[in-house]
């Protein structure tokens, strides 16, 4: 069951289950998603880890401070949660703007991490990339969220099925604008490539192989910057790895992580 854990003037919705003496392993959700996006994960990770999941600020049953974020406040956010529980170190995987995450606290906060996973995510704003999330900005102001699930949906998935895509549409419907413009300037703001060097967590890049938000040769790149980096192209899936591919998702962060 999730609780609201105060992070210093705000509270993120987040849930712990697994293994009571495992070591701890956190999760951070993509934009337009809730923690719930790791449910094909969790089978894999609860035997071996305890579990900690949670809604990034703006999503899910967080609160929607307001705008505009940024990723010193997202992974703030993160060291906040970490603190609540007592928790010294953790693995840390996070998808999109989850994984961007994982990136600013091993720049940032190295002696708080073991290994992160970082899963369909860039390291830097392109001129293209930032004037997206102005286009998607207007749509919400002048449509709500439902304008821009479509074009989301597109870029989501390959192969999933019905129910899944109603499941995580059911859920996007419910974010707030107002959250998902504040995080818009946040991945607008995104400047971790030139820094990328100075990680020494052990690092696993990994995403869709069709993934147009985060290209394989982008997170190819990334990895090559990474010292002693690995790198994992999920076949036929695309922006939302994990579930449209869990199998070959799962087998690559097993391989990682050191469990069967």
């Not at 992974?75 to 970490?82: K, Q, R």
């Amino acid at each position: 069951m999730s609780e609201l854990v105060d992070v210093g003037g705000h509270r993120l919705a987040a849930e712990v289950s697994g293994r009571p003496d495992g070591p701890w392993i956190t999760l951070s959700n993509s934009l337009g998603t809730t923690f719930r996006m790791w449910d094909l994960q969790m089978s894999l990770l609860e035997p071996h880890f305890r579990v900690l999941r949670y809604d990034t600020r703006g999503h899910g049953g967080s609160d929607v401070p307001p705008g505009p974020y940024d990723f010193n406040g997202l992974v703030s956010d993160v060291i906040g949660l970490l603190d609540h529980y007592g928790i010294e170190r953790t693995d840390f995987m996070g998808l999109s703007i989850g994984g961007m995450t994982a990136l600013g606290l091993a720049i940032d906060h190295p002696d708080r991490l073991n290994r992160i996973i970082c899963a369909d995510a860039r390291a830097a704003a392109t001129p293209q990339f930032s004037q997206m999330w102005d286009d998607r900005a207007k749509m919400i102001d002048e449509g709500g969220v439902a304008s821009v699930w479509p074009s989301t949906r597109e870029r989501w998935f390959t192969a999933v099925t019905d129910e899944q895509i109603e499941s995580m549409k059911n859920e996007y419907m419910e974010m707030s604008g107002d959250g998902l413009k504040a995080c818009g300037k946040a991945l607008q703001g995104l400047d971790y490539l030139r820094h990328l060097g100075r990680i020494n967590t052990p690092t696993l890049y990994i995403g869709g192989d069709v993934d147009s938000g985060a290209p394989p040769e982008v997170m190819r790149e990334m990895a090559d910057m990474t010292s002693g980096a690995r790198y994992h192209a999920v076949a036929n899936a695309a922006h939302i790895a994990n579930v449209d591919n869990p199998g070959d998702y799962n087998a690559a962060i097993a391989s990682f992580l050191g469990i069967n």
